[in-house]
């Protein structure tokens, strides 16, 4: 994890959707983040995956908030299928890196979140 004694990192948003690691991309925000190294933005894709994968309130008519249409669909088709077909715990690679320990995509967008409002 890239660490300065001085400085952080800013994200601005948009860390899904696009490119072949995005579950790893994640990961590493989402560590420095923590370890108090990065501060990160939501980005519009964050905002539209967290409305994909958040149950809609009962009685909105809605499955979840983000409408699962072929549009949206489309948007987050990478995303997707990395989730799909990576594994669910984490792994190493030749390289030493760990990938992401997400297992769905609810887990890796929760810590989007405000904490009173986590499932």
């Known amino acids: 994890m890239w660490r300065h004694a001085q400085r952080q990192a800013i994200f601005l948003g948009?860390?899904?959707?696009?490119?072949?690691?995005?579950?790893?991309?994640?990961?590493i925000v989402h560590d420095m983040v923590e370890a108090g190294q990065a501060h990160c933005i939501m980005?519009?894709?964050?905002?539209s995956a967290l409305g994909w994968t958040t149950p809609a309130l009962p009685g909105s008519g809605k499955q979840f908030v983000r409408e699962h249409s072929p549009r949206h669909a489309r948007l987050i088709e990478e995303?997707?299928?990395?989730?799909?077909?990576?594994?669910t715990t984490g792994t190493t690679s030749?390289?030493?890196?760990?990938?992401?320990?997400?297992?769905?995509?609810?887990?890796?967008?929760?810590?989007?979140?405000?904490a009173g409002t986590r499932a």
């Not at 948009?14 to 990961?27: K, Q, T, V, Y």
């Not at 995303?79 to 594994?87: E, G």
């Not at 990938?99 to 405000?114: H, I």
């Open 79 to 87: 995303t997707l299928t990395q989730f799909a077909d990576h594994p």
């Open 14 to 27: 948009d860390i899904i959707d696009r490119g072949p690691r995005i579950r790893e991309a994640l990961h």
């Open 43 to 47: 980005g519009n894709h964050e905002f």
């Open 94 to 114: 030749s390289a030493g890196s760990t990938s992401c320990r997400c297992s769905s995509m609810p887990d890796a967008f929760a810590w989007y979140m405000p």
